[in-house]
């Protein structure tokens, strides 16, 4: 066995241990079968409403190319924080911010949504009233919102939510349209906003860095939450019909592909007891089946269930517990990232967690048991990695992107895993690897996208803007349209001339 190999186990507690790690290890036959079943499942949420995942048409049909201009609020709901943001987009790849932060209490969290309405509007109010911003009296602010949980767009600016993750649960939110939502606490207070365009955290990683380092085929997060946006064929959107867009029909449309709820119906990914624990004790069992196994929300409580485990089966700590090892999720995911960071041989970083964030007795702690915690963290974190390498692979299957040419593939990642958790990108890279070649593994840039939530959310913003212009100027070109075609039907040669002038 690998990470125990420096131990003085006894053979038993080895044989104990190994058959843990085997069910965490994923070999590259089943990396195959699970890059399969993401294209699978990819083309039915494309073609079918009410899948998983469920493949949501974003109505966001162009990526910013860095000549972006203009000043939007921006609006950041997704974890602990609310961000409101003053974002201008300056062109040349540049952009100026102001911002400040609110801090959104557990109660808001699983309160009622009018409540947390109500709490966002007052935080919008409370910004602008801080912040300067030049709009004469009957200019209107256009507001982004990066709304970081799945909902079912119809429109750049509308969407019902779908289900609430990680850990937001507020009551009578779940099928009402979001941006309505907002817009009416927004009106109520009368703040002169406009809710132009609706943000998964995702779109806003993907246009954050399309704008500031061009051609990007992924937006992903690997952090608190899982998911990847990328821009698809509108051939390939089968549920979408044409009347549902409103406008000229675009070539493609950015897709957010909500990839957390991938294998929800367990086919591919091998669960073990300790995911199923953690699954059955979470606030939405059975959904965001591969997110459950990828994310911060969710990995430090996996390793928890394994230490228990073996706590209860006296193979650490000597079966002692602490008070932070039964609650649930009191190991938190940025232990482990801590007490990976730690290259000493004696652990010393995993000591002081155990003793001083964990409650344990120091003289309690062996050097075995430094062991144990250690490789816990990395049997755990490995799947991770490798599992969301296998998200990345679907998307350059999917896209083709990396065919007939030798560029590169530019991926754009956000998220406090990708950021910071040491050799996770190292972990993806290996299962990508596998999956799409050396060749186009080493020619995958992964980058870290400039604040795609704030910046994002203003690029979603101005795109919204652009489509409510071409939606008044439509009417007028097909106007245009209809008289040339007449002049031609009725002065051939001379008619073509009078299109050519009408539609420039
Ligand atoms: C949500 C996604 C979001 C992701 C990353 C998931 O839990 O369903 O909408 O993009 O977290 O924040």
Known sequence: MSYLADTSLNPAALEFL????????????????????????????????????????????????????????????????????????????????????????????TGEAEDLFNYIADSVDHFLTTADIPLTEDEQLYLGLTFSFPVEQTAINKGKLLTWTKGFAATHAIGNDVMQMLQDALDRRHVHVKCAALINDTVGCLMSR????????????????????????????????TDAIDGPLPDKMVINTEWGAFDNARKVIPRTIFDNKLDRESINPRFQAYEKCISGMYLGEIVRNILLYLIDNSILFGGNSSKQFNTHYGFDTELMSNIENDQSDEGVTCRAILTQKMGMDDKLVSPNDIAIVRWGCKIVATRAAKLSGCAVAAIINQTHCAEGHEDFVDVGVDGSLIQFYPGFEDGLRSSLRLLVGENVEKRTRIGLAKDGSGIGAALGALASLHQERERQVQPVLQAGLDTAKASREAAEGVGKAALADSIA
């Open 18 to 109: 190994e058959r843990i790690e085997r069910q965490f290890h994923l070999d590259d036959e089943q990396l195959q079968t699970i890059l399969a079943q993401f294209l699978k499942e990819f083309e039915l949420g494309l073609s079918k409403y009410g899948e998983s995942p469920a493949m949501v048409p974003t109505f966001v049909t162009h990526l910013p190319d860095g000549t972006e201009r203009g000043t939007f609020l921006a609006l950041d709901l997704g974890g602990t924080n609310l961000r409101v943001c003053q974002v201008t987009l300056l062109g040349n790849r540049q952009v100026e911010m102001n911002q400040s932060k609110y801090r959104v209490s557990e109660a808001l969290k």
């Open 210 to 241: 399309a704008y500031f380092s061009g051609g990007c085929i992924l937006g992903a997060i690997f952090g608190t939450g899982t998911n990847g946006a990328y821009v698809e064929d509108m051939k390939a959107v089968k549920k979408l019909s």
